[in-house]
């Protein structure tokens, strides 16, 4: 996993998962440093930011393939960096059954079809 900058490439492959989010603006967040755009080995791409530094990295956006084994790496980056919670929004039911392994908490619902989860990564 690589820390990289923005490309249209990346913003292709995660025009599907920004739930309405402008794309112009998430360039703009990752080249101004607010959100982090991180590559896999595999071309997978995700978004992430220190909402609390130090206390909670947010995933913002992921896409690709493999998100089993892309998790784990995303959760030993944010132990390295010393973050203690991993939170992410969906609103795909499945995402929890993916990540299962890794104990997802319930934070809130959201929407209707939106919830918020978090995942405890302090050793």
Not at 43 to 72: F, K, M, N, Q
Not at 79 to 84: N, Q
């Amino acid at each position: 996993m690589k820390r990289v900058a923005w490309n249209e490439g990346a913003g292709d492959l995660l025009a599907s998962t920004l739930d309405g989010y402008p794309r112009e603006q998430l360039a703009d967040d990752i080249r101004n440093g607010s959100c982090e755009l991180w590559r896999f080995d595999d071309g997978s791409y995700c978004v992430l930011e220190a909402t609390v530094p130090g206390i909670t990295l947010y995933v913002w956006a992921i896409a690709g393939r493999d998100l089993r084994r892309h998790s784990l790496t995303i959760v030993e980056l944010a132990r390295r960096r010393g973050f203690a919670w991993i939170q992410y929004r969906t609103q795909h039911r499945g995402l929890y059954r993916l990540l299962r392994h890794l104990a997802p908490t319930l934070v809130r619902h959201i929407e209707a079809s939106h919830c918020e989860w978090c995942i405890e990564v302090a050793s």
